[in-house]
């Protein structure tokens, strides 16, 4: 993680300084991680399933549902295949 940082630096010098949205998204979802616990998580996730439910109705759930587990370009999916294939 230490190359990657030291990478971003030398990016931000290069761009006076600026922060790619990438790097802000990155600092700001470790803040968030290290000021909040799991609870904190657990409530926003569960409000932000009462909001889907809220707008969506039951076909929209159908169609997600049927999606599931076909798409192979899904983050999901790629991250596994990404892992098994870094420790092969």
Known sequence: MANNNNSNNNNNSKNNNKMSYEEAGRKGGEATSRNHDKEFYQEIGEKGGEATSNNHDKEFYQDIGEKG?????SGGSNRSNN???NNN
């Open 83 to 85: 892992n098994s294939n």
């Open 69 to 73: 587990g076909r798409n192979s370009n």
